[in-house]
């Protein structure tokens, strides 16, 4: 039998005993979150996509919202009460966050940062977002998320 190789994300949920579904894809190179919701064959309105940005205090925040929007940081500022946000450079998201680019996960980073959720979430019974790794997705009820992280849902796009 092969050992499943759990991300930090599946330990952090296991730990709480919240119950997960993975969605295991082939990939070799990071794909936007439109090509992993095509192979996987899911409605991309429920694949979330999860955005780390940094605020003029060096603050880090960590958005996450459908891949098939854009975030709009002046709104996202606002949630979190900045004057202004900017993506956090991608040279720093391995060493702030844990994870790589296209397996950024918004539960079990090295640090507890405000988890910001789309609303649109709470629309579906299950989301999908990275597992912490990429070739793997969560798929979990939105509002467990509470249990693992420091969240709120707000709006955080336009249109």
Do not use: W
Not at 17 to 29: F, G, S, V
Not at 37 to 56: G, H, P, Q, W
Not at 78 to 103: A, F, M, Q, W
């Amino acid at each position: 039998m092969i050992k499943e190789n759990k991300t930090n994300a599946m330990r952090t949920l296991d730990a709480k005993k919240i119950t997960y579904r993975i969605h295991y894809y082939d990939c070799d190179e990071f794909l936007d979150g439109i090509q992993v919701a095509k192979r996987c064959n899911l409605d991309e309105n429920r694949v979330f996509k999860t955005i780390v940005t940094l605020s003029l205090k060096k603050k880090i925040y960590v958005f996450v919202l459908p891949v098939n929007k854009e975030i709009d940081l002046k709104l996202a500022a606002k949630y979190v009460h900045e004057k202004s946000i900017e993506l956090l450079p991608l040279k720093d998201l391995l060493n702030t966050t844990g994870y790589v680019r296209g397996g950024c996960s918004p539960i079990g980073m090295k640090k507890n940062y405000d988890v910001i959720i789309d609303q649109t979430a709470l629309n579906f019974e299950t989301i999908i977002f990275s597992a912490g790794r990429i070739g793997a997705q969560i798929e979990m009820d939105p509002r467990l998320l509470y249990t693992v992280c420091n969240c709120s849902f707000e709006e955080l796009t336009k249109g």
